[in-house]
């Protein structure tokens, strides 16, 4: 049980364009998902909290423009990165909580590179 | 500035001992503590949670928690080579984690030697 997804694991665009990022969680119903960001040796670094049905709350620093998070039902969560440049590349980590419990489960992961 | 420190390592141990992995944080309201194991490229994966102190066990793994001392600590017996890892520890202020503010340290590197 328990399990994320994340769709895709890896992508490689062009500056200037947008990428969308797929969070799904397989066997239970998330309220809420988290999309996190970790840079190579660093630790993650918590982007935005994804509501189900409502405004994403981001972190301070976080441009919610260029950061489009989307959690449209129970079970998916969007990130779409606009207009996205080489600092952007990362590795882009999706989070749920089952809804009344406690733990966070990760999705795979997905590996951004722009160029 | 809630801040969670970790040992960042490497600390390697040889394959059957046992590796001790520990974490101090500097938020005295933290009410909930989480270990994810995180293999290169690849997303954490929870291993252990813990809300009160003492210790917990879950198989080869027991977390240990001293909110006095603001510590927590994870301690592997019987220690693999598959167990070689970055082991991250993260912090809540909150009861459960579930709202997102979980802190992470910068995590350790585990070896396992054979």
């Known amino acids: 049980g328990a399990v994320v997804s994340q769709h895709p694991s890896r992508v490689i665009c062009k500056s200037g364009t947008s990428v969308k990022i797929e969070c799904r969680s397989l066997?239970?119903?998330?309220?809420?998902m988290f999309w996190y960001r970790q840079f190579p040796k660093q630790s993650l670094m918590l982007m935005a909290t994804s509501n189900e049905g409502s405004k994403a709350t981001y972190e301070q620093g976080v441009e919610k423009d260029k950061f489009l998070i989307n959690h449209a039902s129970l079970t998916l969560s969007t990130l779409t990165v606009t207009s996205a440049h080489p600092e952007d590349s990362s590795f882009y980590i999706c989070?749920?909580?089952?809804?009344?419990?406690?733990?966070?489960?990760f999705g795979p992961g997905t590996r951004l590179t722009v160029t | 500035q809630k801040e969670v420190e970790q040992n960042s390592g490497p600390l390697s141990v040889p394959e059957g001992a046992i590796a001790s992995l520990n974490c101090t944080y500097s938020?005295?309201?933290?009410?909930?503590f989480f270990w994810y194991r995180q293999y290169s490229g690849k997303s954490p994966e929870l291993i252990m949670s813990i809300y009160s102190n003492g210790d917990k066990e879950d198989g080869r793994f027991t977390a240990q928690l001293n909110k006095a001392s603001q510590y927590v600590s994870l301690l592997i017996r019987d220690s693999q080579p598959s167990d070689s890892a970055t082991y991250l520890c993260?912090?809540?202020?909150?009861?459960?984690?579930?709202?997102?503010?979980?802190?992470f340290g910068k995590g350790t590197k585990l070896s396992v030697k054979p």
């Open positions: 993260a912090v809540s202020p909150l009861w459960g984690g579930s709202q997102g503010n979980l802190i």
């Open positions: 989070s749920a909580s089952e809804t009344g419990r406690h733990e966070q489960y």
């Open positions: 938020d005295r309201g933290s009410q909930s």
């Open positions: 066997d239970f119903q998330a309220t809420t």
